[in-house]
């Protein structure tokens, strides 16, 4: 792979790399060291301003140089902004929510957000409470209606604001429109091509060599969105559907419409998947469930993946692997392997997971680290 970016923080801190609406083909490698970096400075500004657009189609004029960027949402937005070569010490605020992800993973390598305010956040958007922290920028989600109707508030009180989509199903067309549309704010001259390469060879390689899985063969699969004491919830539409759909699962919960569905323990038992994966969104582990030590009450030994050992729980990189964020690639590679181990033999994840930290992020990863990636601590549930 050729050159990525060489800051991942133009002008705070130097890195190599880039960085909260069965087939006979070899296995795809993270890109070296030595073929990844491509120049994001900031170019000297020509102007006071420019002009965006964001996913709605709206042209918003943003200020040329930009130091305070508050997250007025909960998405995986943070570690894309931070590998699209985003300054963190300009973000402002943050959800708490994403600052407790971004906390408790591996963004907290690149990025110190722990005194980042999250005092705008509640039911509603603090309208007062975001000006409060001064920003030159807001990025949202388009897709959330409380969010967009805090915006209209800010837009008439002069604050630009930026629109991120969360509807695009594909995480790895998510993470390249999202990290396409950071460079363009930030007026970087960032190119994104060779991540978003990357990532779709990922993904041809894996629908390649599960295209030639018979229907009749192919492994039944389930993601639980979340789980906690309140309730159970298996993702449906969006990036469950895309996850399981790419990787050629038979989803046992393909006619749910929400991307979160509340769900029974008996449905899912009649569903009976032979594959379960645990978000890494609950504090509960794949050995809770099968050990049935997760809720009093809750048994699942008599289910055909708790019974042949097949639960396991996503991981936990820069950001929950189950949404998109800038690990997607690794999660597809992932998911792939647990559902087919013999066909994704050739894969190494551990080989995988640290060059694409230290290729992408400049991060280097011992073991220990990919026990924790691999085992999220329960404070960084949602």
């Known amino acids: 792979m050729k050159k990525m970016i060489s800051f991942l923080m133009a002008g705070v801190m130097s890195l190599s790399l880039l960085a909260g609406c069965a087939s006979s083909e070899p296995a795809v490698s993270a890109p070296s060291a030595s073929s990844s970096a491509v120049s994001s400075q900031v170019p000297e500004a020509e102007a006071a301003t420019r002009v965006v657009v964001d996913d709605t189609g709206r042209e918003i004029t943003v200020p040329a140089q930009i130091d305070r960027i508050a997250i007025i949402s909960t998405m995986p937005l943070c570690s894309v902004y931070c590998m699209a070569g985003g300054d963190p010490d300009k973000i402002v605020g943050l959800t708490p929510s994403s600052k407790n ?5 591996f963004l907290n390598r690149v990025a110190d957000l722990e005194d980042v305010s999250t005092a705008f956040a509640g039911e509603t958007v603090n309208v007062e409470e975001v000006m409060n922290l001064e920003p030159d920028v807001v990025f949202y989600n388009s897709s959330a209606p409380a969010d967009c109707a805090a915006v209209e508030k800010l837009e008439a009180l002069g604050v630009p604001c930026v629109g991120f989509t969360t509807t695009i199903s594909s995480t790895i ?4 429109v999202w990290a396409t549309q950071v460079g363009q704010v930030l007026g970087t001259e960032m190119q994104a091509d060779e991540i ?5 060879e990922v993904e041809k390689m894996v629908m390649d060599r599960v295209s030639q899985i018979p229907e009749a063969e192919r492994r039944s699969a389930l993601i639980l969105a979340n789980y906690n004491s309140s309730a159970i919830s298996a993702a449906g539409a969006t990036f469950g559907r895309y ?7 038979d989803n046992v919960a393909i006619e749910l419409e929400q991307k979160v569905n509340p769900v029974s323990l008996e449905q ?3 569903w009976d998947p032979e594959v379960l994966f645990l978000n890494s969104f609950s504090a509960f582990t794949a050995e809770d469930l099968m050990n049935n030590t997760a809720i009093p009450g809750h048994d699942w030994s008599g289910l055909t993946a708790v019974q042949n050992g097949d639960v396991y729980k996503m991981p936990l990189g ?3 692997w189950f949404a998109p964020c800038s690990d997607s690639p690794l999660a597809l590679q992932w998911l792939a ?3 087919y181990p013999e066909l994704f033999e050739d894969i190494d994840m551990d080989a995988e997971i640290k060059d694409y930290f230290q290729n992408f ?3 280097t990863l011992t073991d220990e680290d990919l026990n924790t990636l691999y085992n999220p601590p329960a404070e960084s549930a949602m």
């Open 101 to 105: 992800a971004a906390v408790n993973s």
């Open 173 to 176: 067309e998510t993470l390249n």
């Open 196 to 200: 978003v390469s990357y990532g779709k």
């Open 243 to 249: 996850w399981l759909a790419t990787i050629g699962a």
């Open 268 to 270: 899912i038992y009649e």
């Open 318 to 320: 820069m950001y929950y």
């Open 337 to 339: 392997k647990h559902l």
């Open 361 to 363: 992020y400049g991060v």
